[in-house]
Every structure is written in structure tokens, then in C-alpha cells.
């Protein structure tokens, strides 16, 4: 299916992108949670930790789809990486603090809390890598 047909030409490539985000999204929350829950749940990994292996993991494999799958982007590679690095650093920096907070101080559980994180995270993300690596 060619969603491009419907949209605008100006449009067309953020549509696209948008597309392709959500697939990525959907990779890194996948590792973002289900590695936490099964270091937690199943090895009794501290939910801290396990939360933190999770982002780790999810941080590396994110730089590579978001770089070449989403964005597409034909800048130098060593222009593109230092970046990323500094920008879905500082975001993950963020999440995690957010998630500390969430669970120290909110009612939720900590599956709660790092879904919460993750979906507010992902709107602003789309944005801030969009800047990054589009041409």
C-alpha cells in the first residue's frame, strides 16, 4: 500500500518517515521493555538496573534504524554518529530520570512508569532526530 498517493507531494517524505518511526519506535520499545521485564521478572535483576540494561540496549540498536532505515540519511557517518550520541544521550539521561521520579514518587509500578515515559518520549524524539538527519 502507497500511502504517498493520498498525501501532498511536501508531505510525502514525512509520511514516509513517519512510517518508518513508528516501526523503530516500536523496535526500541520493545527492547526498552521486555528486556526490563525479563531481567526483573525472570533473573530477579533489580528493576533499576534492569531498566537501564534495557535503555542501553535499545540506544544502539535505535542509532542504526533511525540513521539508515528512518531518516534515510546520506550525510557522512561520522557527522551523523557524534550527534546521535549527544541527542538520544541526553534523551535517554532524561528518560531515565523520568522514570526514577515516576517511580519514587507516583503510584505506578515500574511497567507503568517506563511505558508512560517511553510514549511522551517518542513524540519529541520524532522531532528532535528529524532535525538531525534530514536532508
Known amino acids: 500500500m502507497d500511502i504517498n498517493k493520498w498525501l501532498p507531494k511536501k508531505h510525502q517524505n514525512l509520511a514516509g518517515q ?3 518511526f513508528g516501526i523503530s519506535t ?4 520493545a527492547c526498552s521493555v521486555l528486556i ?3 531481567l526483573h ?5 533489580d528493576e533499576r538496573t534492569a531498566v537501564a540494561i534495557g535503555f542501553t540496549i535499545a540506544y544502539i540498536g535505535n ?3 533511525v540513521r539508515a532505515f528512518v531518516f534515510k540519511s546520506v550525510n557522512n557517518i561520522k557527522h551523523d554518529i557524534p550527534r546521535y550520541i549527544v541527542v538520544n544521550g541526553l534523551f535517554r539521561l532524561a528518560e531515565y530520570a523520568a522514570f ?3 517511580l519514587t514518587w507516583a503510584p505506578f509500578t515500574y511497567l507503568t512508569s517506563l511505558l508512560v515515559i517511553l510514549s511522551v518520549s517518542a513524540v519529541i524524539k ?4 528529524r532535525k538531525l538527519f534530514d536532508r
Open 18 to 20: 513517519l512510517v518508518r
Open 26 to 29: 516500536g523496535f526500541s520499545a
Open 36 to 38: 526490563p521485564v525479563i
Open 41 to 45: 521478572e525472570g533473573f530477579g535483576v
Open 63 to 65: 542509532m542504526l534504524l
Open 100 to 102: 526514577l521520579a515516576l
Open 126 to 129: 520524532f522531532c528532535a532526530y
